[in-house]
């Protein structure tokens, strides 16, 4: 969490919770940045990019860590001019809208221009406070403003906007609503992460913000004792494939058997619920593997998962399409288990993930595309990610009137409806 000090205001003084992800340099055109800790991920390629990062990790990589009393510096970068938004989530879910405020100018940032934050001179500064844990920053740039008063609204002359959401899925959800008005292609996000936690840096319990020539804030009173703490209520645990009734979905119960779920999904956060024709279950997910799902099709006797950058993907695509209500037609329900690809012979490792009418191939180095079709059996057919082609750079796509793909080592293009390979 990064709290901020300003000018003595009337009521109260404002939290704020910030966190994490990439670097300084601006990309070329290309797929939005998807990573296990992406928010919400446009599915469509675009040519705007963003850059967000702090102060302690300027390539954007590293998962700083931070003592509660240190300060901290956003930077931000755009490859166009564009209208950027700068979304905090604490380590407990609550929101921050940290960018715009009331005292800067404008949230419009030039092509190229980095910006940084506090500003020099700036009335406010910011410090991390707490809860420890995983902070997220989340930078989403527009090509044109956004309306975003059903997310945040300035009250009275508080310099801070205050956020009508919590949580991060919530964030995500509201998100998509403000942004579904745009061009396809007008609008992308980048996320980076911090850590809050260790000892803290002297007597500091938060951040202040001061304005310049003002006296240095006194420390905070000690705070009063408080009781001794009650035993927590019981809290909601879940099992694999249990249903609100209690009842069991046994092709969830035999996956989670299946794929080691202990060592994999790690502990069930939801029921197993009705998903499109369907069900599916959430999961914590475990070390790399992140956040994941079961999936179970309706009339299948079979459960696969769908992990981390896959996962992100997928639902991006679900929600682009139809609000995240049911999976995506191009993809469909997950038809196998999800497979690590270790090194491919271009030195490539990802992953790979099967579904009813697609799928999907992910890695840090490229990102997650789909392919389906022709393109997809001829693809698989000469060895998919493992042949001399290696994994995809970006989503299978129309060509006049055709499909195309491109990949590290080569092009499948369909001619006369026949795919046709080409080497690089």
Known sequence: MIQHLTRPLAHRSTALALSAL????????????????????????????????????????????????????????????????????????????????????????????????????????????????????????????????????FAGKEGFAQVRVEGQENLARALSI????????????????????????????????????????????????????????????????????????????????????????????????????????????????????????NGSSRSYAVHGLLLNRYLALAKAENGATRPPARLGWAAGDEKVIPQNPLGTSGLYGFFQNGALYGTEKYGVFWLQGAVLKTYQGLGGSGSFLGFPTRDQYTIGGAWGADFEGGTIRTVNGTPKVYRK
């Open 22 to 153: 990439l670097g300084l340099g601006v990309a070329h055109a290309g797929p939005a940045k998807i990573t296990a800790q992406s928010i919400i991920v446009n599915p469509v390629e675009t040519t705007l990019n963003v850059d967000v990062w702090v102060n302690k990790d300027p390539g954007g990589k590293a998962n700083p860590a931070y003592r509660k009393g240190e300060q901290v510096e956003i930077g931000v970068k755009t490859n166009q001019d564009a209208y950027v938004y700068l979304f905090n989530v604490n380590a407990n879910g609550k929101i921050d809208l940290f960018f715009p405020n009331s005292y800067e100018e404008s949230n419009f940032v030039k092509a190229g221009v980095i910006r940084v934050f506090p500003t020099q001179n700036a009335k406010y500064a910011l410090t991390v406070g707490g809860p420890n844990g995983q902070d997220k920053l989340l930078a989403l740039a527009s090509s044109t403003e956004l309306t975003i008063d059903d997310i945040a609204r």
């Open 178 to 297: 403000v942004v579904n008005p745009l061009p396809a292609d007008g609008w992308t996000t980048d996320v980076v992460t911090f850590q809050v936690g260790g000892q803290p840096l002297g007597t500091a319990t938060g951040t202040v913000t001061t304005t310049p020539q003002q006296p240095a804030p006194q420390p905070a009173p000690a705070p009063a004792p408080t009781p001794a703490p009650q035993p927590a209520p019981a809290t909601t645990t879940f099992q694999p494939g249990e249903k609100q009734d209690s009842s069991l979905d046994q092709a969830m119960v035999d996956a989670y058997a299946r794929l080691k779920g202990e060592d994999s999904l790690g502990k069930a956060t939801t029921y197993a619920a009705a998903w499109g024709d369907g069900l599916w279950q959430k999961f914590a997910g475990v070390g790399a593997y992140s956040d994941a799902v079961l999936l179970h099709a």
